[in-house]
């Protein structure tokens, strides 16, 4: 116990100031919130990609099992309706990241968000690769409003929430209008003149790097942080560490998840949605070119919640003895199966629960690496669709791999694994409670 006390010292002066401040730093949550916003509109692109390959391809799994295909013969050609909500949400991600990071940078600094994302917006397109001509016609390229824009777009609309919130907010830079006019048309003047400097700087600044490189800005970006992150977020190590980090800081009562996405986002963001680009393209998970991708954790390593808190439930429904413990089961239950944890985590509690730390963080780790397993043998595809957070526990791994069923014996496998890794240590909190007169109840009487 004297480990842990100094452990939780150590943590205190250290590491809970640290995350604390990640947690308010306006760039780190400008970054997080872009990407959690922008979510629901990436996640219906995937649900559209798992319905034209699963329910209306001839050889989807689930097409197969209704045998959709002998009752409706023709529904192979809705594919094609539903195609075009890709071209309307994962390939365009850049556009929504640079608009809502300089958005959020505004409302943090109390400048008009709304101007602030689309001058941001503005400004992605003012820096821009050049049109390209083809006979004698200007086409545009998508490549850098998807995926391989995201740097330049979290780059982009931090620097522009920035400088338009400390321009706008100068009075001699203000035009304000008589009260007679229309308020939005004396919303626009009043930030006119800040905006007009903000694209002029940008495109000047553009042709300075042009002119020593010719590719862009968006290549160099690209080749000099965005390829070097990628690399680095598709490594199982990388992985292992960021979910171990991010359980670790739950142990001590901050939102991990939260305080890492900004860059757990960068990191893996452009690999997940090139295999999700790569199913719709060839209508399977198999061959996806990034087998390691933030998906694993959430597939194999987060049924329950963060710590794979779902076997800790289990494993206090198969040996706790104390009431205090399974009655805190019986409530989280059916919120973890929805991977809503929040009642494990504070009414057991997790945190700074010198027995249930180590397992806690520990058991998404190992999970992971089963995943992993898994999925470089060939025994599963990867990970490619995009899931719901709150699909309950292996039904993830199941839909995340277009429908794979030894991925969903893959996901409990790992679930039982937790509950076993997890019965030994509920079993040392029964004896922790009968040493200290805790918990005490009815259920440990008769038990």
């Known amino acids: 116990m004297g480990f842990m006390a100094n452990f939780e010292k150590f943590a205190e002066k ?54 959709l295909h002998k009752l409706f013969p023709g529904l192979a050609d809705l594919q094609s309706v539903f195609s075009p909500v890709l071209n309307g949400s994962t390939n365009i991600l850049s556009m929504f990241i640079v608009f809502l990071v300089a958005r959020n940078m505004a409302i943090s600094l109390k400048s008009d968000e709304l101007l602030s994302g689309l001058t941001a917006l503005s400004t992605f397109f003012i820096i821009y690769p050049p049109y390209t001509a083809v006979e004698g016609t200007s086409f545009l390229t ?22 338009f919130s400390v321009l706008s907010k100068s009075k001699k830079l203000q035009i304000n209008m008589p009260a007679s006019v229309p308020p939005a048309v004396a919303r626009s003047f009043k930030v006119l003149i800040p905006i007009i400097i903000i694209t002029v700087a940008f495109a000047i600044g553009n042709a300075i790097i042009n ?39 739950w142990v001590f009562g901050i939102h991990g998840p939260n305080t890492i996405a900004a860059i757990r986002e960068a990191m893996f963001a452009e690999a997940g949605l090139e295999n999700l680009n790569y199913v719709a393209e060839h209508g399977s998970a198999w061959g996806a ?33 104390r009431k205090d413990y399974r009655d805190i089961g019986k409530l989280s239950i059916a919120p973890g199966l929805f991977n809503i944890n929040e009642p494990v985590i504070f009414g057991l509690p997790v945190v700074l629960n010198p027995i249930l730390i180590l397992p806690f963080i ?28 709150t699909t309950p526990g ?39 409670a009968a040493e200290n007169n805790i918990g005490s109840g009815d259920s440990e009487k008769s038990a």
């Open 289 to 321: 070119p990034y087998p390691v991708t933030w998906a694993i954790n959430d597939a194999f390593a987060n049924y329950g919640g963060s710590g794979m808190t779902l076997g800790l439930l289990i494993a206090i429904f198969i040996v706790a003895k």
């Open 142 to 163: 998508t490549q850098w409003v998807g995926a391989q824009g995201l740097f330049v777009a979290i780059i982009v609309g931090l620097l522009v929430g920035e400088f």
């Open 211 to 249: 002119a020593f490189y010719p590719k862009g800005l968006h290549e160099f970006i690209y080749a000099v942080i965005q390829t070097p992150l990628k690399h680095l977020g598709t490594n199982i190590f990388s992985l292992v560490i960021l979910a171990i980090v991010s359980n670790l800081l």
């Open 362 to 389: 520990l058991v998404p780790a190992i999970n992971i690496i089963i995943g992993y397993a898994a999925i470089v043998t060939g025994l599963i595809p990867p990970i490619a669709y995009s899931v719901p957070w």
């Open 394 to 432: 292996p039904l993830i791994a199941f839909l995340g791999t277009g429908g794979n069923w030894l991925a969903l014996v893959v996901g409990f496998v790992c679930l039982a694994v937790s509950t076993l890794i997890y019965i030994p240590f509920v079993m040392a909190a029964n004896k922790a």
């Open 14 to 67: 250290a590491l809970v100031p640290v995350a604390s401040k990640l947690n308010s730093q306006r760039h780190i949550v400008a970054i997080r919130d872009a990407f959690i916003l922008s979510f629901p509109i990436t996640l219906a692109g995937s649900l559209i990609v798992l319905l034209n390959f699963a329910v209306l391809a001839p050889d989807g799994f689930i097409a197969k099992i209704l045998f």
